[in-house]
């Protein structure tokens, strides 16, 4: 019975034994060697492997130190913390701000102040709205309009700034660089020329796009009815009067003897 008891405990404790070296069990990842900034071109140097647990999955994590060599960082990253995929550019994509342009978009620059700027709490990773203020061509009398030309588009820089303050300190800026298609580029380079920029902060969450939304008029903002075009009246055509044909004339000879006599009717 003893002999047993002990084989019981002994199976038990081996059981524990084996569950904790599963838990103590590690891989390596690669993280940064040092503190690392924004947009530089990771070397071998940069880098190094440090051990984590095989039963916490880290998504986008790396092994292999050559994985990560030759790409630029689009996030800065603290010494000891893993590098993941989407800290990384594409391989040969440049360096600084350039590396933070997907393929096929732009980086397009605008120039700001600390109005438009949202009293300088707009930070790289913000999502603006774009409006406009100008007078359409051809309607001088109508006064300015406001129009939202643009909707949730990222920015990628306040000033020389690409990434945001840890503490959240706003800061005046003089140019926001957009991240942008290449004809919502055209648009806003158009509507700087035009008028005036206002960017509207959105909410982090918010990425809905209004295709509704019209433009503000003067006389929306005053309270004042816009006129309503005049009703078209119809106009009455005077055609001129024709005079009536005469009647025919009939002429008749009447001879009486040596009398001859001429009837018309």
């Known amino acids: 019975m003893a002999a047993l008891l002990s084989g019981v405990i002994a199976y038990f404790f081996n059981k524990k034994w084996r ?26 140097k940069d880098i190094t492997t440090i051990e984590w647990p095989s039963n916490v999955p880290l998504a986008g994590s790396f092994n292999k130190l050559d994985d990560v060599v030759g790409h630029p960082l689009l996030y800065s990253v603290g010494a000891k913390e893993p590098i993941l995929k989407r800290d990384l550019a594409v391989e040969g994509s440049g360096i600084g701000l350039s590396a933070k342009i997907p393929s096929g978009m732009r980086a397009t620059a605008v120039r ?11 930070y790289p990773g913000s ?10 061509p051809g309607t001088t009398n109508t006064g300015p ?7 949730d588009v990222e ?11 840890p503490q959240g300190k706003p800061q005046t800026v003089d140019v926001v660089t957009l991240l942008l298609g290449p004809e919502d580029s ?5 509507a700087s020329t035009q008028g005036t920029i206002q960017f509207v902060l959105r909410s982090g969450v918010d990425t ?18 816009k006129p309503a075009a005049p009703a078209q ?22 001879i009486q003897g040596t009398q001859r006599k001429i009837e018309k009717f």
């Open 127 to 136: 999502h603006v709205d774009v409006m406009t203020t100008y007078t359409p």
């Open 145 to 151: 309009v406001t129009q939202t030309v643009l909707q």
């Open 19 to 44: 569950a904790n070296a599963a838990q103590r069990a590690v891989v390596q990842v690669v993280a940064a060697a040092t503190d690392l900034p924004v947009g530089m071109t990771l070397a071998a």
């Open 233 to 254: 009246t119809a106009k009455r055509v005077v055609r001129p009067r024709v005079a009536s044909p005469a009647p025919p004339l009939y002429v008749l000879e009447v």
């Open 112 to 122: 700001s102040n600390e109005i438009v700027g949202v009293a300088g709490f707009l």
């Open 208 to 225: 809905e796009k209004n295709a509704q939304l019209r433009a503000t008029r003067l006389d929306q903002l005053s309270g004042i009815e």
């Open 155 to 165: 920015v990628l820089t306040a000033g020389q700034t690409i990434e945001p303050d």
């Open 186 to 190: 055209q648009k806003l380079q158009l």
